[in-house]
């Protein structure tokens, strides 16, 4: 059974940081690209990173580049969403997802991506 587990939410002061962990279970996450996504209260969710099955080619949407990293370790099964330089308006609900099999390229149209994660909370407040 294909399974995606996020870990690393919680309450964090603007400017800290935080890493996000997704656990795969039930398929190998290797040939597979994989996103995080982000849904505030009352808003869309919104595409933030992704990292290819290749290359570790990586995506990210503009409000977030040059704070945040997204990286993968295959040997694990895990993906990561290192966050630094947090802001309030980075507050939301985190979830990764998986596309289908190969994944050589991703973006953040959420069509592209087939299984997900339950999610875990992330805010930034002083």
């Not at 040997?75 to 966050?83: D, E, K, P, S, T």
């Amino acid at each position: 059974q294909v399974q995606l587990v996020e870990s690393g939410g919680g309450l964090v002061q603007p400017g800290g940081s935080l890493m996000l962990s997704c656990a795969a279970s039930g398929f190998t996450l290797e040939y597979y690209a994989i996103g995080w996504f982000r849904q505030a209260p009352g808003k869309e969710r919104e595409g933030v990173s992704c990292i290819a099955s290749v290359d570790d080619l990586t995506w990210y949407t503009d409000s977030v580049k040059g704070r945040f990293n997204v990286s993968r370790d295959n040997v694990r099964n895990m993906a990561y969403l290192q966050m630094n330089s947090l802001k309030p308006e980075d507050t939301a609900v985190y979830y990764c997802a998986s596309t289908g099999f190969g994944g050589y390229v991703c973006d953040g149209n959420s069509d592209d991506y087939h299984h997900w994660g339950q999610g875990t909370q992330v805010t930034v407040s002083s």
